[in-house]
């Protein structure tokens, strides 16, 4: 693969920023969740039911733009994520309906899933011999936008603001980016293998034991990140008595944590080993949110830290073997992580209004353990399958 210096610094730079966006209009939501369940008056079950409209949408964008990502190429998702998310922001920002509402997550979703396969497929094909480094070093601007998004949604709320004028900022990033995406041309990379699409190789491919260990890996990772983000403001507030800047302080800190936990981890990575380093990570995590929910809460914030790797190593794991279609499997992938993201926070919603939020929010130790024995048994298949033969 040529291509000139420019061009590969530009479109990292792209991707890097659009990852910004990602963070940064993904998690304001669980920064305004209680004002608009306040303001809308409607109970955690609804809520949840709303957030799962979003990740519907990031699931059907997972599905759909590796295609088109194989046929039309990674600029093109990139403007059809910036369009989806203004779209979105603007439909959740005028509506009152719990089923507008619930459409609009929707759009906003299929802006971020296609961000999400848009961005991991540029720096996978961009920088194929340390994609695990970059990877994680993208993840770090995911995490200074979902750090930056609580911060700021916190001030402009305990400022009087409403909900709705706090996500209307997210505007001025979605213009920057489809400003950035829509004036630089993506160079044309030779690749080795053709990008004409083989359904018969992607379900051989897409559906090896390895392959399907990943997809129960990713959703139940990306429900264990996405329920503590969605529901850690309200548990705080309701169950802690915590005030509004200090819970979405204590949000924005998980989402530091996570960004610096990304960026140390970009160091260590590929040393370690994407499998060892996702377990260890996950151990980590799983002490750390048991202890917060019958110690100190500063605990929860600090999984984020232990969290941080764990999406880019199950995903240059997952990329390791694709030679062919590979936008399309990763797009499978990420549909499998939007599945999580749907079925986590959901969950924990239905839970809390059965049981409590203090009870339901024990359902994201559940998903992180999951992770970790997920982890575990694609360690035990890859031994398997570099054990010398006799």
């Known amino acids: 693969m040529k291509i000139s210096k420019t061009s590969l610094w530009l479109w990292t730079a792209a991707a890097f920023f659009a990852f910004f966006v990602f963070g940064f209009s993904d998690n304001l939501k669980g920064a305004v969740l209680p004002a608009l369940l306040q303001d809308l008056k409607i109970d955690y079950t609804v809520g ?42 603007s439909g959740f920002t005028s509506f009152s309906t719990p089923l507008l509402l619930g459409l609009s997550m929707f759009v906003l979703g299929y802006g971020l899933g296609a961000l999400e396969l848009g961005c991991n497929a540029i720096i996978v094909e961009l920088h194929p011999n340390d994609k695990g480094r970059y990877l994680s070093l993208m993840s770090v601007m995911h995490g200074m936008g979902s750090m930056a998004a609580p911060f700021f949604a916190g001030l402009l709320l305990d400022a009087g603001n409403s909900w709705r004028t706090v996500y ?7 213009g920057i980016l489809l400003a950035i995406v829509a004036f630089s041309r993506y160079p044309s990379v ?8 083989d359904f018969r190789h992607i379900g051989r491919t897409a559906f090896t034991p390895r392959m399907v260990w990943l997809y129960v890996a990713i959703v139940a990772y990306v429900a264990v990140e996405i329920g503590i983000a969605s529901w850690l403001v309200e548990y705080l507030q309701k169950i802690r008595g915590q005030d509004v800047k200090t819970s979405t302080g204590a949000l924005s800190l998980y ?28 151990l980590g995590a799983s002490a750390c949110i048991a202890l917060g929910l019958s110690g100190p809460a500063f605990a929860l914030t600090a999984s984020g830290f232990f969290l941080s790797i764990v999406f880019p190593a199950i995903t240059a794991t997952a990329s390791d073997d694709l030679t062919e279609n590979t936008n399309t499997i ?12 749907m079925l986590g926070p959901w969950l924990v919603g239905f839970a809390s209004d059965q049981f409590g939020i203090d009870r339901g929010f024990w359902l994201n130790l559940g998903f992180a353990l999951v992770t970790a024995l997920s982890a575990i048994v694609l360690l035990q298949l890859s031994r398997k399958k570099n054990a010398p033969r006799s």
């Open 255 to 282: 989402f530091g944590l996570m960004m610096v936990g990304r960026f140390l981890g970009s160091f260590v990575i590929e040393r370690l080993g994407y499998l060892k380093s996702i377990l260890a990570a996950l």
């Open 190 to 197: 030779q690749s080795a293998s053709s990008d004409k699409i």
């Open 48 to 89: 949840g039911s709303i957030l799962f409209g979003l990740y519907i949408g990031f699931m059907v964008a997972t599905a759909t733009t590796g295609l088109i990502a194989d046929a039309l190429g990674k600029k093109t998702v990139l403007l059809i994520a910036g369009v989806s998310l203004a779209l979105g922001v």
């Open 168 to 174: 209307r900022w997210d505007f001025l990033p979605i």
């Open 330 to 341: 990763l797009g499978l992938l990420f549909t499998f992580a939007g599945l999580g993201g």
